[in-house]
């Protein structure tokens, strides 16, 4: 048991410090400029994905409850930062688009107004599954009435109302109960868990697959299709938009509006389809919609306009990208 | 040509053959000695002139070199495909295998012509490339088997419909509202109209591939033109009349031979930033020029008057279509899709240019805002606006743009001139007058 | 220290003298076609009222429209440089200075140390400025210096236009064959000439003290007019057309000082 424990730690130091040479070599080789961030990213996402497998199969597992403070702790100075680097269902969705880029398939957009549609939806899901659990339990009320163990089994019961937030987090194959089989592959997906809770098995299973079927082919011409309702997004944008915590350093991206002639490219390359960066005057860009995954700050052709800050110290700018590589490359090539 | 002969003209007057060659030739001396003339008061202006100016001095006779190139490419069965605006998406002329060329008309002379066709008081530039139609001066505009026109102002709306009498014409109408979604809608489908229509117009398909590496040209040619930019943020290093030179002649020449000079001569600027060797004094004021776009070779009227006054400033930066903003944003290609690569060239020509026959919301926001930058990055001391008669939309700008000056307490003088020589006693009173107030203003 | 400062302007040629910052000699010539040898004829009237020799002169400066043309120049300095210098030195409070010339008009916005913030100057036609009064007076068949007076006596304005001298001429046809009075006219045409010169100032922006400078500044009509259009009182100097030659002559001395380039 100990010896397992300490194995797994180990694997965990070993994947950290692989993902790092990861980091390190993209930063190293990857001069392209366009595109450095992008592939940081997904190194971030890799090894976010393997930390949390290994987060996930500890034995014993680590309450869910932990993982849920520690996010939102992490959460509230990140911000959605979470969605945009870490989270694995994203990454699923990363790599589709990684895809089909390569075989320069085009990618749809959703209407603005659907998109606006959704993303005010997020929290309308939200607050559906945090609540669905509850009306359940009352309907069907557990013997012991003891006021902590109730709110314990709340949680930890079956309906976990809390997974709903911390579901994308759920890595693809993890020896979780209740997921979904494939075959003899035992696959987790986020929100499978839920959906077979609450619907009966048969159905359930069919319901399962067709959710994941949707998602993974959306997600494969729309980019990020689920993030723009994914309720665990919303969760992190209320916990940010809570007043009480608007004195903690937040990261955010900030727009110098005089040195922007508002070419658009903000707004087109943007995973989520969000149009405040492009539209805001200058200052802080204030939408719950951005995920700060960069790609703005990394495409925008005019150096400094566009900075990820945290706090005040800026962390990231925009910066004149055709100095980049992929224009000198080719040109070596004629 | 012939055959459009014979078709009845519904604009142009009738000329003689005899008229027009007398004309043409007498135009074309005028102007070479012009050239010649503007050449030769940039060398004296700087006597050190870098080594790499002389390639640009050659590209800038019109009627020399460079019009034997594009005849020569025109006997190879290449098409020349002009156009008339920046919005033109020159990227896909390049894909389909033909040559871009500027055609706007930059001769005092043939805007006299011009006035038989349409009245004085409409835009020079109209008036002049109407003359060298009239006369066939512009070797560019004779040699380009179709014109793009985008309709931005209403001289060049009705300008298109006048040429139409004796070239083929593909108008793109180009919504006056920047940032909505609709508008960018319209315009990238009037893009991949215009797509099309180059490809059956050469019968060459624009592929992802050629489309790619059209893009890639682009790219390098903008990434040497913001070397040259940064270079110009210091003490001055280049006369700005030789920058303003290199810029529009990216318009007409060849652009990889182009991006190819201009990184010599940066190279070489480079070199003479280290060794401190400086066109003019550091006190000298730095001048922005903005307004009216200012075509080679007879609108260098004023950039001389600057650059050779007593006493003298340098222009350091100009916000002019026939200048900076030929080149300074890049096509921002997120995905390498054909489609994404279409989207973002027509964001490209829409959304980053800060014409002023855009609207939106806030006004011309953009330009606004792009001035002061400007005004900061490359340290303007004053800007001079200029406009020529007839030129409504900068015109009409002039106040709002006075205002956001003002507030930064960076002058602005609104120079109104004409196209013709005559006024450069008066221009040179008011010039100078402005470059002692900037000195004024340094000296205390 | 003695300097000289030369304006030579379209019409007349004028020089002042000055002598340790006071003016000791002024004079004046038309311009003529050789406004060089004009310039001469003013420079050595200025000397004979000094009593002074041309090699006393420490420096010259000349301004005006054919400043490159002036003698014995050590340099030279803008119109409105000159103006804003000048119109400052005799009046502290002054902030803008119209100066009203015969073929141009253009007004300075300056700051207590008599440096130009801000300049406009008239479009190319010359109805803002003296040749319109000129020519106006012609039309009316009155001498120059009665057309001020004369204009006081009217009690109102006919409308004309003023965006063209020639356009102005036949206006004034127009309202003589409807019989208008001639002081009516001729208030008619200072309005209409003010109406330009306030409209210019406007775009400049009008920060008191107002001075009014230049040869059509000894007109009374004039001056009248532009007080009711700007609605206020504009200062005008004892010699409002020597006010240029001041400038040039003031710049003179600081640059043989050393202190103003």
């Known amino acids: 048991m100990a010896g397992e424990l300490i194995g797994s730690i180990l694997s965990l130091i070993v994947l950290v410090g692989l993902g790092t040479a990861g980091v390190l070599t993209v930063l190293i080789w990857k001069k392209n400029r366009v595109a450095r961030v992008t592939f940081l990213r997904f190194v971030i996402q890799a090894v976010g994905l393997a930390a949390l497998f290994f987060l996930f199969s500890l034995e014993p597992s680590i309450p869910l409850l932990y993982v849920l403070i520690t996010w939102f702790t992490v959460t509230l100075f990140l911000g959605r930062f979470f969605c945009g680097w870490i989270c694995p269902f994203a990454f699923i969705m990363d790599i589709e688009s990684l895809i089909r880029k390569t075989l320069k398939i085009r990618h749809r957009l959703l209407p603005d107004k659907l998109n606006i549609a959704l993303h005010k939806g997020r929290y309308l899901i939200l607050a559906v599954f945090l609540l669905l659990p509850l009306a359940l339990w009352l309907l069907n009320p557990p013997p012991n009435t003891a006021s902590a163990v109730m709110m314990a089994q709340l949680l930890a019961g079956p309906f976990r109302p809390y997974s709903i937030i911390i579901d994308p987090l759920i890595p693809f194959v993890v020896p979780w109960t209740g997921q979904l089989v494939l075959g003899s592959v035992n696959l987790s997906y986020p929100y499978i868990g839920n959906i077979l809770t609450f619907v009966e098995a048969t159905p359930g299973q069919i319901f399962a697959v067709v959710f994941v079927a949707v998602t993974l082919i959306g997600a494969f011409f729309v980019r990020r299709v689920w993030c723009r309702f994914c309720p665990a997004g919303a969760s992190i944008a209320a916990l940010n938009k809570f007043k009480a915590f608007k004195g903690v350093p937040l990261l955010y991206i900030e727009k110098d509006e005089e040195k922007c002639p508002k070419c658009g490219v903000c707004k087109r390359v943007c995973p989520v389809q969000v149009n405040d960066v492009y539209e805001q005057k200058g200052g802080k860009i204030g939408t719950s919609q951005c995920m700060l995954c960069a790609r703005c700050v990394e495409m925008c052709p005019y150096e400094d306009t566009l900075k990820i800050k945290f706090g005040n110290k800026p962390v990231f700018k925009s910066r004149n990208w055709l100095e980049s590589s992929i224009v000198n490359e080719e040109r070596k090539i004629e | 040509m012939n055959k459009n002969e014979t078709v009845e003209r519904r604009y142009l007057p009738e000329i003689s053959r005899k008229e027009i060659d007398e004309l043409k030739n007498t135009v074309k001396v005028s102007s070479q000695k012009i050239i010649a003339d503007n050449i030769e008061r940039m060398k004296k202006a700087d006597p050190h002139r870098p080594d790499a100016m002389k390639y640009f001095d050659d590209i800038a006779n019109l009627f020399g070199r460079r019009q034997q190139e594009i005849q020569a490419e025109k006997e190879k069965g290449k098409k020349v495909i002009g156009y008339l605006c920046l919005f033109a998406p020159t990227e896909l002329i390049s894909a389909a295998d033909a040559i871009p060329i500027r055609v706007n008309s930059g001769w005092y002379d043939t805007s006299k012509l011009g006035d038989r066709v349409v009245p004085v008081e409409v835009c020079p530039v109209i008036r002049s490339t109407i003359g060298a139609k009239m006369i066939e001066l512009s070797p560019f505009l004779e040699q380009s088997d179709a014109l793009i026109s985008v309709l931005t102002c209403d001289g060049m709306t009705k300008l298109s419909e006048i040429l139409s009498d004796q070239k083929t014409i593909w108008g793109m109408n180009v919504p006056r509202i920047k940032d909505s979604t609709q508008s960018l809608r319209f315009w990238s489908d009037e893009i991949r109209h215009m797509k099309t229509q180059i490809e059956t117009f050469t019968g060459n398909k624009i592929t992802r591939n050629s489309l790619k590496e059209a893009i890639t040209v682009s790219h390098r040619a903008t990434k040497v033109f913001r070397r040259l930019q940064e270079l110009r943020k210091g003490n001055p290093v280049i006369m700005g009349r030789d920058a303003m030179l290199v810029n529009q002649a990216y318009t007409w020449d060849d652009k990889k031979r182009w991006t190819e000079k201009t990184e010599a001569l940066c190279d070489e600027l480079e070199k003479r930033v280290q060794q401190k060797d400086w066109v003019c004094n550091s006190d000298t004021p730095r001048v922005m020029l903005t307004g009216t776009p200012m075509f080679w070779p007879d609108s260098w009227k004023l950039p001389t008057l600057v650059e050779e006054g007593n006493p003298q400033g340098i222009i350091v930066a100009d916000e002019q279509c026939s200048g900076e903003r030929i080149l300074s944003d890049p096509i921002g290609v997120d995905e390498w899709s054909m489609d994404d690569m279409l989207n973002a060239i027509s964001e490209r020509y829409l959304m980053a240019s800060t014409c002023p026959c855009f609207t939106s919301k806030d006004g011309n926001e953009d330009r606004i805002n792009w001035l002061l930058n400007k005004v900061k990055e490359w340290n303007v001391q004053g800007v001079i606006y200029y406009v020529i008669r007839g030129c409504m939309l900068y015109a009409m700008e002039y106040s709002r743009v006075k205002k956001a000056l003002d507030k930064i307490n960076v002058p602005v003088y609104y120079l109104d001139t004409e196209y013709t020589r005559e006024d450069v006693g008066q221009l040179k009173t008011r010039v100078e007058a402005f470059m002692e107030l900037l000195n004024a203003r340094v000296d205390f | ?261």
């Open chain 3, 1 to 261: 220290m003695i300097t000289i400062g030369m304006d030579l302007g379209t019409q007349k040629v004028k020089a002042v003298a000055l002598k340790d910052g006071a003016v000791v000699g002024r004079g004046q010539s038309f311009a003529g076609f050789d406004p060089a040898q004009a310039a001469e004829h003013a420079v050595n009237d200025a000397l004979n009222v000094a009593g002074l020799k041309l090699s006393d002169i420490n420096h010259f400066t000349a301004t005006g429209s054919a400043m490159d043309l002036a003698p014995h120049t050590n340099s030279t300095v803008s119109m409105m440089g000159a103006d804003a210098k000048a119109g400052v030195f005799l009046i502290p409070q002054a902030r803008t200075i119209i100066d009203v010339g015969a073929e141009e008009a253009r007004a300075v916005k300056c700051d207590e140390r008599g440096l130009m913030m801000e300049f406009v100057v008239n479009e190319r036609c010359a109805a803002g400025a003296g040749a319109f009064i000129e020519a106006m007076a012609r039309a009316l068949e009155v001498n120059l210096e009665d057309m001020g007076p004369l204009s006081l006596q009217a009690e109102r304005a006919s409308p004309i236009n003023a965006s063209c001298v020639i356009f102005g001429e036949s206006d004034v046809v127009s309202l003589i064959h409807r019989q208008e009075s001639k002081p009516e006219i001729a208030r008619a045409v200072f309005d209409a000439m003010a109406d330009r010169v306030t409209s210019m100032v406007h775009r400049l922006g009008i920060t008191p003290e107002v001075v009014l400078i230049g040869g059509v500044a000894k007109d009374p009509g004039f001056v009248a007019s532009l007080n009711r259009k700007l609605g206020l009182m504009v200062q005008i100097p004892v010699y409002p057309d020597y006010v240029g030659a001041l400038g040039a002559a003031l710049t003179a001395a600081a640059r043989a000082k050393g202190a103003f380039k």
